[in-house]
């Protein structure tokens, strides 16, 4: 019952990643065997049935993922396996492979979450699972719930020093030690490198957080607080793609900064892409990055782990000149899709003639006419942007974007969009910003000569509030609807409020010391102590480990011989009662002897003696006994009569 309640607990993380027949498979399996063992006339099924739920199980598991490797497939697999192994344990061998496949299914769960809850969780779950371990090894006349617990807290704790040795001394690599499945982050969500109207209102609407920033100074003002991720080129008239190969240098020197330097450190979330964010304009990259000629910083592997790295930006800045291929480009419309908004845009040129006044006159035209920005715009046709533009007007900013740019490209003016985020919210409590999901944006740019490329966002003509503000405030009804906790008090609010940034702040930390802790955190931590290269620190992890282990060891004898010296000192005490009465042992008279003796002379004492006899043998000489047993000795000693 200990077993299927542990395994239970490891596998229920996995119930809504799973797809419910796998789910519903496994849980018939262990409640057959509860069954099982609740009555004892039933048997285990046979091996033929066996053999063909093995079959079967292969089969399903197959036909859900097409494969049966993978992160998905492979814990599917896992779990309907163990789920299977109860179905045929009946030794101890058994029982014991069971327990180990719990600890792997337990592990499995860092795939999906490296939170410190799930950490505390899957304590908890390896906790029972070695507590059942014990259990399993015990005799069951010896094996009681508190000293199970007990013995397996005590393991816990032990391997508590050679833990924390092994963290901070074991040398860190950079990257896994093997390479996870190609589907170990399937479920990331975030930016991607394509766009279409719809794509980023779904993705606003989501929580989770992209990544968190630590400004050096002050906090830059929300409306410049533009983080660059993918830029978009191509249109075929309904979806956004970049279009651009990826340079294979550092283009710093294309931008003149106007401004200040703005230093800052991003800890990024895994989002299963080629690139990091930055805010707009990146000046530096981090190692094995790169900015490209779209002053996108582009790493080398996709990043599945958390990441932290430093970084300098400008806020003001003239970029370069337009390279033929760039203006090209930029210019790209469609011939099939879209005609009447290339046909204003068209119009705009001839009429206006100047870029700049072009730009203005198109920022009214979304101001003035009866735009709204909403998360649930309504369904597109072929022609999304004419559709947008005449018919619906109610979108969010990648409707607004793709709009805009298709109309300044037909008016002439090289138009691109960029995606990212924008805004944030601020955590009092840590000192840091927090970017979600909800802050993802789409903008534009637009080349004018002796500028550049300007930043132009035409969201903020429409909804000024969601660039000023943020997008909580702007959308603050639907996220307080989507909240599980909410409060008309402002007092309750506002402490809530607190506890939140609280908690996010613990889990920062949880992430830049714990999850974030790669080789050169070590590198700077050794480096305090006089450490400074891989041999002097491989020289003190065996002394650590060595001094960890001694102490262990001492421990063990202080302890054993403690036990023993009371052992020994009850015995003493019975001794020299007996003593009292006339009857003295003597230095060659072993327990049993001096027992024997003790009972010839006095018959009247034989039940006490026997028993306080059998005890002391128990405790002295064999290998496994109980504190319960030494303090029954003490007590029979002590309430011995003569």
Not at 160 to 176: D, K, N, Y
Not at 350 to 366: G, S, T
Not at 415 to 443: C, E, K, M, S
Request: hydrophobic letters at 45%.
């Amino acid at each position: 019952m200990w077993l299927l309640a542990s395994l239970l607990l490891a596998f229920a993380p996995h119930i809504l990643r799973l797809p419910p027949t796998i789910t519903v498979l496994c849980l018939l399996f262990g409640v057959w065997r509860f069954i099982i063992e609740r009555r004892s006339h039933l048997a285990l099924p046979h091996k033929i049935i066996r053999t063909l739920l093995l079959c079967t199980t292969l089969i399903i598991v197959y036909l859900h993922y097409h494969t049966l490797i993978g992160r998905e497939a492979g814990i599917a697999l896992l779990a309907t396996m163990l789920a299977l192994k109860l179905l045929e344990m009946k030794t101890v061998r058994d029982y014991v492979v069971v327990i180990m496949l719990g600890y792997f299914l337990a592990i499995t769960l860092v795939l999906y979450s490296q939170t410190m809850l799930m950490a505390v969780y899957m304590i908890i779950v390896a906790f029972l699972l070695t507590t059942t371990l014990i259990n399993l090894n015990l005799p069951p006349a010896k094996s009681t719930l508190t000293l199970n617990l007990k013995l397996s807290a005590k393991i816990f704790m032990q391997a508590v020093p050679v833990m924390l040795i092994l963290f901070f001394l074991f040398p860190r690599i950079p990257g896994p030690l093997w390479s996870l499945p190609n589907d170990a982050h399937s479920g990331t969500t975030g930016i991607n490198d394509e766009m279409s109207m719809g794509s980023i209102s779904n993705l606003s609407q989501s929580d989770k957080i992209a990544f968190r920033v630590a400004f050096e100074n002050k906090v830059i003002n929300n409306k410049l607080s533009y983080w660059r991720g993918p830029v978009l080129w191509h249109t075929d008239g309904k979806n956004w793609r970049s279009g651009s190969a990826v340079g294979d240098h550092n283009n710093v020197s294309y931008y003149r900064p106007t401004g200040a330097p703005i230093h800052y450190t991003v800890t990024l979330e895994p989002h299963n892409q080629k690139w990091l964010y930055g805010l707009d304009l990146p000046a530096t990259a981090p190692d094995d990055t790169i900015i490209n000629n779209d002053f996108q910083l582009i790493t080398e592997s996709k990043v599945q782990e958390l990441l932290r790295y430093k970084m300098t930006s400008y806020s003001e800045y003239v970029t370069g000149p337009l390279t033929t291929d760039e203006k090209q480009r930029a210019l790209q419309l469609p011939t099939n899709r879209n005609s009447r908004a290339i046909s204003l845009g068209r119009q705009w040129q001839q009429q206006l003639r100047e870029p700049e006044a072009i730009v203005d006159h198109a920022l009214k035209y979304f101001n003035q006419q009866p735009f709204s920005y909403t998360l649930k715009p309504p369904l597109l046709g072929n022609h999304p942007v004419d559709d947008f533009l005449f018919n619906t007007q109610q979108g969010f900013c990648e409707h607004y974007a793709a709009s805009f740019t298709v109309l300044m490209r037909a008016a002439g003016i090289p138009t691109r969009i960029v995606t990212g985020y924008q805004g944030g919210d601020f955590n009092p409590v840590g000192g840091y910003l927090i970017v979600r999901q909800r802050d993802a944006h789409a903008w534009t740019e637009v080349w004018l000569d002796g500028k550049g490329w300007v930043r132009v966002d035409p969201t903020s003509a429409v909804a000024p509030e969601r660039v000023s503000l943020g997008a909580e405030s702007a959308f603050a009804d639907l996220f307080n609807r989507q909240s599980t906790l909410q409060f008309d008090n402002d007092f309750l609010s506002e402490n809530w409020r607190k506890l939140r940034y609280g908690w996010d702040t613990v889990n920062n930390g949880w992430n830049q010391w714990v999850i974030g802790y790669d080789s050169l955190k070590q590198s700077g931590l050794l480096a305090r102590f006089g450490i400074e290269s891989i041999k002097q620190m491989a020289i003190a992890m065996a002394i650590a480990v060595t001094v960890a282990l001694t102490l262990l060891l001492l421990l063990t004898i202080q302890r054993s011989k403690t036990k023993r010296d009371a052992i020994s000192l009850s015995y003493y005490r019975f001794c020299q009662k007996i003593a009292a009465i006339g009857i003295q042992r003597q230095p060659h008279e072993g327990p049993v002897d001096f027992a024997k003796r003790i009972i010839m002379l006095r018959p009247d004492l034989e039940s006490q003696v026997a028993e306080i006899n059998d005890l002391y043998i128990a405790l002295r000489y064999r290998p496994r006994h109980t504190p319960q047993q030494l303090k029954q000795l003490q007590r029979r000693v002590q309430r011995l009569k003569l």
